[in-house]
């Protein structure tokens, strides 16, 4: 698959109140990263639209998104809540769609995005930009996890490493060879990753920390944002796996299952399943040795 645009999943970054409630846990994404979102689609004067579907308090949500642009210099900004599928066919929204330099959608329930917007005019408008033209599409938490073409749709840690622990759907298909999953490490998702994989064993798992991302060029050269890791699961050399003949909510064993943890600036290149370590951390390493 060869594409011209850029995709941007973020892992998500919530404040530090105790409560589960989404009002208290509101994404917002540090300024370094956004930065790099409205680099990559032009600089300040780039279009840029918010689509906060995925979230059960928009408002907040784009009031969030809404002061962090403007902070970056960004005045052309646009929020596009979409909450049905008429919606995703409104000729207002197409046209805008079609002038916009990145798309950038909130956190929330991943569902909600497919749901809503899977497979509408506005869908195929956002995939045809994204493959012909230098457009950005960014996404954190939900927002992330919604680009893949088989989407991780929910799941406790629990029953991690369990078969049937992790719920899986189709995904709005940004990139085919990638699952993405958000909050990796603070919410404990390395169990509904691994059973991911496990099922799609020709997929790369992708976990991002908070306030970490990616970005995507081309579909397959990939270069770590942010002050957190991503955890890189390969499941392509597999020797062992059991999923498919164990019962559900029976523990499962993978082995051989490659394992990689990226920092800032670290590159990897999906195709030819290679890491490139940046050389700011082969030098530190260096000098710690002395």
Do not use: W
Request: glycine residues 10%; aromatic residues 4%.
């Amino acid at each position: 698959m060869s594409v011209k645009g850029t995709l941007i999943p973020i892992g998500g970054n919530e404040d530090k109140g105790i409560e589960q409630s989404e009002i208290y846990t509101l994404e917002y994404i540090q300024s370094g990263i956004l930065s790099r979102v409205v680099r990559e689609s032009g600089g300040k004067e780039a279009m840029i639209i918010v689509i906060p579907t995925a979230s059960s308090i928009p408002n907040e949500v784009s009031e969030n998104y809404l002061h962090a642009f403007k902070k970056l210099g960004c005045e052309n900004v646009h929020i596009m809540d979409i909450r049905n599928r008429d919606e995703a066919e409104d000729p207002i929204h197409l046209d805008l769609m079609k002038k916009a330099n990145c798309v950038m959608f909130s956190g929330g329930d991943q569902s909600k995005i497919v749901q809503y917007i899977g497979g509408t005019l506005l869908h195929k408008i956002i995939q045809q930009r994204y493959e012909k033209e230098n457009f950005v599409i960014a996404g954190t938490s939900a927002g992330a996890m919604c680009m893949s073409q088989e989407m991780i749709k929910g799941g406790g840690i629990k029953e991690a490493f369990t078969k049937g622990a992790v719920m899986m759907g189709e995904g709005m298909g940004f990139i085919p060879n990638l699952i993405i999953d958000s909050h990796f490490i603070r919410r404990g998702r390395f169990g509904r990753l691994a059973e991911a994989v496990a099922r799609f064993p020709k997929m790369i798992g992708i976990g991002l920390a908070e306030d970490t991302g990616l970005v995507i060029k081309n579909c397959n050269e990939a270069e770590v944002i942010g002050s957190g890791m991503v955890i890189l699961f390969d499941p392509r050399k597999l020797k062992h796996n059991n999923q498919k003949v164990v019962v559900e909510g029976s523990p499962m064993s993978l082995t051989n299952l490659k394992t990689h943890i990226l920092a800032n600036g670290d590159k990897l290149d999906i195709k030819k399943k290679k890491i490139k370590i940046s050389p700011l951390h082969i030098q530190m390493k260096d000098a710690e040795a002395l």
